[in-house]
C-alpha cells in the first residue's frame, strides 16, 4: 500500500484543526476535525476555490439552521426539513461539493443549541470554519504533488502497454478475451491521464517566464493524450477485425505491420526525445513513404478481389484510416517537441523527476 500525499495532507490538516478548535477553546473540536477532512483538496487553486464554496455553503447551513432552531426547535422532523432545504438551495446555487460540510454545520449547530441560540450557533460555525482554514493553510504550505512527473509517466507507461499489445497482434498470440478485459483498463488510463492533466493545468506559476514555459508544455502534453488515444484506436480495430485482417493477402497485411511498426518505433522515439534522451528521428519521412504505399496496395486490392471479399475491405478501410490517423498525430508531436527545444530554450524547463509509481 502506497501513502500518497493527500493522505498526509488529511492527517495534518485534521491535527491542525483540532489543535486550534482547543487552544481557541471552541466547544466540540470534533467538528473542526471533520470540516477538515471534507475541504482537504488536491492543489493549491482548487483549494483557494473550495474555501470561498465553504465559506457561502456554511453561511447558509448556518443561517437555515439557526432560523429552524428560532421557530421550529431542533426536533428530528425539523433537523431533516432543515438538511433538504440546505441541500435545495446548494444545488441551486450549483455548489454540489460543499454539500456535504454545509450539512455538517447544520447538525453542528441544530443537535443541542440550548438557550443561547445566536453565540451557540456562532461558536458552531467558528469551529466548523477552523477545520476549513487549516485544509486551506495545509494545502499551502505542503509540498503539492509532482503532477507534470505523474502526467509523463502515466501517459509514457500506458503507451508503452498499448505498442506492445499492438505488436502482439500479427502473431494471433493474444488471449482475445485478456485483451478485451485490458483495452478496458487501457480506457480508464486515458480518464486518468485527463485527470492528472487538469490537475497539472490547475498549478498556478507565480512568475511570467515559468507560465508561457507551461502553455507550451500544456499544448504537447494534450496532443500527447491525443495521440495515445489514436493508438488505442487502432488496437481495438485489430482487435475487433483480427480475423478479417487475416484473411486479407499477405502483401496487404505485412504492408499494414510494418507500417505500424515505423509509427509505433517514431512514438517511443517522440516520448523520450521529449525528455531529451534521444535526438530527432527521421522515421517520419518512411511513414509518408508507407502511407502512399498502403493505398497503392488497398486500391489495388479492391480491384482484385471477388465481390464476396470486398466486404473485408470496408473493415480494412477503417483500419487504414486509423492508421493515417494516428501518423499524422505522430508528425504534429514531432514538430511542437522539435518547436518546445528550438525556440525559447532557456524558458522551457522541463520538472520530470525519475519514474515514480502512477
Not at 331 to 350: D, R, S, V
Request: hydrophobic share 45%.
Amino acid at each position: 500500500m502506497k501513502l500518497g500525499a493527500r493522505i498526509f495532507k488529511t492527517g495534518l490538516a485534521i491535527m491542525l484543526a483540532l489543535f486550534v478548535a482547543e487552544i481557541l477553546g471552541l466547544p466540540a473540536p470534533l467538528f473542526a476535525g471533520i470540516a477538515a477532512i471534507f475541504s482537504i483538496q488536491p492543489t493549491v487553486y482548487r483549494s483557494y476555490l473550495s474555501i470561498i464554496e465553504q465559506i457561502q455553503s456554511n453561511i447558509i447551513g448556518a443561517v437555515v439552521a439557526f432560523l429552524f432552531v428560532y421557530f421550529l426547535g431542533n426536533d428530528i422532523l425539523v433537523i431533516g426539513l432543515a438538511a433538504i432545504v440546505v441541500i435545495a438551495i446548494n444545488l441551486k446555487l450549483k455548489t454540489d461539493s460543499t454539500i456535504g460540510l454545509s450539512l455538517v454545520t447544520v447538525i453542528a449547530i441544530m443537535e443541542n443549541p440550548g438557550s443561547e441560540l445566536f453565540s451557540y450557533a456562532l461558536l458552531r460555525f467558528s469551529t466548523i470554519m477552523v477545520g476549513v482554514a487549516s485544509s486551506f493553510v495545509i494545502n499551502l504550505v505542503f509540498l503539492p504533488p509532482k503532477y507534470e512527473t505523474k502526467l509523463y509517466y502515466r501517459i509514457s507507461n500506458t503507451t508503452d502497454e498499448i505498442i506492445r499489445w499492438i505488436r502482439i497482434q500479427p502473431s494471433m498470440s493474444s488471449e482475445h478475451t485478456l485483451l478485451k478485459a485490458d483495452i478496458k483498463k487501457l480506457k480508464e488510463n486515458l480518464v486518468k491521464m485527463d485527470q492528472l492533466y487538469l490537475l497539472y493545468k490547475e498549478e498556478r506559476n507565480y512568475f511570467k517566464k515559468t507560465a508561457l514555459s507551461k502553455y507550451r508544455k500544456l499544448v504537447i502534453y494534450r496532443h500527447m493524450i491525443s495521440t495515445s488515444g489514436r493508438a488505442l484506436n487502432i488496437l481495438k480495430r485489430l482487435h475487433r477485425y483480427e480475423n478479417e485482417l487475416h484473411l486479407m493477402p499477405e502483401g496487404f497485411q505485412e504492408a499494414i505491420h510494418e507500417h505500424l511498426n515505423t509509427l509505433t518505433v517514431l512514438h517511443e522515439q517522440l516520448l523520450l526525445q521529449f525528455l531529451g534522451k534521444v535526438r530527432t528521428s527521421e522515421l517520419s519521412e518512411k511513414h509518408t513513404q508507407f502511407r502512399k504505399e498502403l493505398m497503392d496496395l488497398f486500391f489495388l486490392y479492391e480491384k482484385c478481389m471477388d465481390r464476396e471479399d470486398q466486404y473485408h475491405l470496408f473493415h480494412m478501410l477503417q483500419l487504414i484510416s486509423d492508421v493515417m490517423e494516428y501518423g499524422e498525430y505522430l508528425e504534429h508531436l514531432e514538430k511542437l517537441i522539435h518547436n518546445f527545444y528550438t525556440f525559447h530554450k532557456e524558458e522551457n524547463i522541463l520538472t520530470i523527476t525519475e519514474e515514480e509509481e502512477v
